[in-house]
Structures are given as C-alpha cells and as structure tokens.
C-alpha cells in the first residue's frame, strides 16, 4: 500500500492536483514514521499520528500542541535517528524534509522514503501549507479530514479577525536564540502568513531567509516602532541575563509593561501550528490592545 508513496513526490512538482487524485493511501498511521515536526503535527490534526517520530520530548517543548499520542515511538534525534530502533519497527515509509535529506540514503535501507517540504523561495507559504496539508491527507486515507482541518482554520481565522481591536498596532514577532541574539520574522514564514489574514501588521519589513526568519542584534530592534511579541522557549539562562541587560530593558515594549510573551508555537510549522500561534496571539492582544 505504501509502495507508490514515493511515486507522489515525484510527480508533485510537474502534475500538481492531477497526481493527487491517483496517490493510492496509507493504512491510519501504520508503517509510518517521520523525522519532520511540521508533517508529524499535520498528521495527528488529520487522525493519522504516525507511529514513531524523533525527539517526541522536544516536540512537545517546541511545538506544543497538538500533543503526540502516548504510544507514539521516540526514533531519537531528528538529525541523527536510531537507525537499529527503525529498523526493528521496520516502517513502510519514513517521512523527512529536505533538511535532513542527507539521512536518505541510510533510512532507505529501512523503508520506502518519502520528502515533502513547505517552506521554499517559490510559491507562497500558505498556498504550499495547504497543499501540504491535502498531500497528507490523501496519502494517509485523510481526504475529508483534511478539507475540514482546512475550512475549520479558516473559519476560525475569520472568527479571530473580528475579535481584534479596531487599532491593533504593528508587531514584531522574535524568538531568543540566546541573550543578545533573536530570530525575527517576517515574509515567507509561518507567522507573517498568519499576521496577514488576521489583518495584522509586521513591523518588520528586512530580509528574510526561505524559512521565514532573519538572525538579528537586539540592538537592531531598538528603532523600529512596534509591539514586541517574544515567542518561547528562552534558551537556558536567557530571561535572567536578559533582566540585567540594559540594551533589553530599554525597548519600549520592556520598558513600558506590554510586551506580549508566548507559549511555543512551531515556527516552521504548517495549519495546527497556525492556529495555535493566532489563538495565542489575538488572546494576548484582546488582553491588553494598548501599544
């Protein structure tokens, strides 16, 4: 059953919905592994939780929700994965993302290996999410419950829209990568795609990398003039030598009592991480709408 799994990576590019039509599915979540967050959390939104994934802790420290079911496997690091522990689970299929690409040769040894990616410098973020999200759930025998994860996320995206304030200011959205250094985001990424159908503004109008994200000095966020939204987790030791950094203290959204700090969200997530960071996002901003 899992055997033309592969064939649907290859024709994807060149047939689009045309070789959607023909993928033959997967059986639930048997025989089905992943290294790759973004797929694992898209499948478990589908009811399609594969039956191993890699750093099953550190999932649930970086993405949050949706939680992996219990019995799901951890297969160790998503870089470097517990080739004797896959190999005893024997997979059909072993779902990966172009970063870890180079593993391919080794895990094909163990089963059918299967690539799908979001984030690319072509096309736009949320057309490639919702592919995505209608690739899987043909493949896993998903079809209906990805048309309704995906019309659920939009109507919900609506409902949230019309919770906003009427003057919601422009935001900066970072995530600390140690005390003196953030990710910030902006165009090509998850967060910026969200922003704009919530109707919300990105203050941050710099370069991007494909993943969505520039590498910044903290210093460099000092002039521009927006709500700061801190996405966790903070690196280890990172909030106590920011609350003695001068630098820190001083931007307007620290010094003032309104920066917005929230729980983690997958960055290069696809719909349920989506969700997840509107939910989080409007919540904070109907909590205190003042900039």
């Given at each position: 059953m899992h055997e033309s799994f592969g064939l649907l990576r290859r024709l994807a590019g060149t047939l689009g919905w045309l070789c959607l039509a023909a993928t033959p599915s997967l059986a639930s979540s048997?025989?089905?592994?992943?290294?790759?967050?973004?797929?694992?959390?898209?499948?478990?939104?589908?009811?399609?939780?594969?039956?191993?994934?890699?750093?099953?802790?550190?999932?649930?420290?970086?993405?949050?929700?949706?939680?992996?079911?219990?019995?799901v496997l951890d297969i160790g690091l998503r870089s470097q994965p517990n080739v004797e522990l896959l190999a005893h689970l024997e997979p059909e299929t072993i779902l990966i993302s172009p970063m870890f690409g180079h593993l391919a040769p080794r895990l094909e040894q163990i089963g059918a290996v299967d690539t799908r990616e979001i984030y690319t410098p072509q096309g736009d973020t949320w057309n490639q999410i919702l592919t995505l999200t209608r690739v899987l759930g043909m493949a896993s025998d998903r079809r209906d419950e990805a048309e309704a994860l995906i019309a659920a996320t939009e109507a919900r995206f609506e409902s949230l829209r019309q919770a906003l304030p009427e003057e919601?200011?422009?935001?900066?959205?970072?995530?600390?990568?140690?005390?003196?250094?953030?990710?910030?985001?902006?165009?090509?990424?998850?967060?910026?795609?969200?922003?704009?159908?919530?109707?919300?503004?990105?203050?941050?109008?710099?370069?991007?990398n494909y993943w969505g994200f520039s590498m910044v000095g903290l210093e460099e966020l000092l002039g521009l003039e927006a709500r700061l939204v801190v996405v966790e987790p903070y690196p280890i030791g990172a909030e106590e030598k920011l609350a003695d950094s001068a630098l820190w203290q001083h931007h307007p959204s620290v010094r003032d009592g309104n920066l917005i700090t929230l729980p983690p969200v997958w960055s290069f997530g696809a719909l349920p991480s989506a969700q997840r960071f509107a939910e989080l996002l409007v919540a904070a901003l109907v909590r205190s709408p003042d900039a």
């Amino acid at each position: 059953m899992h055997e033309s799994f592969g064939l649907l990576r290859r024709l994807a590019g060149t047939l689009g919905w045309l070789c959607l039509a023909a993928t033959p599915s997967l059986a639930s979540s048997n025989g089905l592994a992943t290294l790759d967050w973004t797929l694992a959390e898209t499948l478990v939104a589908l009811d399609a939780a594969p039956d191993a994934v890699a750093q099953v802790e550190d999932y649930h420290n970086w993405v949050g929700e949706p939680p992996l079911p219990g019995n799901v496997l951890d297969i160790g690091l998503r870089s470097q994965p517990n080739v004797e522990l896959l190999a005893h689970l024997e997979p059909e299929t072993i779902l990966i993302s172009p970063m870890f690409g180079h593993l391919a040769p080794r895990l094909e040894q163990i089963g059918a290996v299967d690539t799908r990616e979001i984030y690319t410098p072509q096309g736009d973020t949320w057309n490639q999410i919702l592919t995505l999200t209608r690739v899987l759930g043909m493949a896993s025998d998903r079809r209906d419950e990805a048309e309704a994860l995906i019309a659920a996320t939009e109507a919900r995206f609506e409902s949230l829209r019309q919770a906003l304030p009427e003057e919601a200011p422009p935001l900066l959205v970072v995530q600390f990568m140690d005390e003196r250094h953030v990710r910030v985001f902006g165009v090509h990424g998850l967060f910026q795609a969200v922003m704009e159908r919530l109707g919300l503004e990105n203050a941050w109008q710099g370069e991007t990398n494909y993943w969505g994200f520039s590498m910044v000095g903290l210093e460099e966020l000092l002039g521009l003039e927006a709500r700061l939204v801190v996405v966790e987790p903070y690196p280890i030791g990172a909030e106590e030598k920011l609350a003695d950094s001068a630098l820190w203290q001083h931007h307007p959204s620290v010094r003032d009592g309104n920066l917005i700090t929230l729980p983690p969200v997958w960055s290069f997530g696809a719909l349920p991480s989506a969700q997840r960071f509107a939910e989080l996002l409007v919540a904070a901003l109907v909590r205190s709408p003042d900039a």
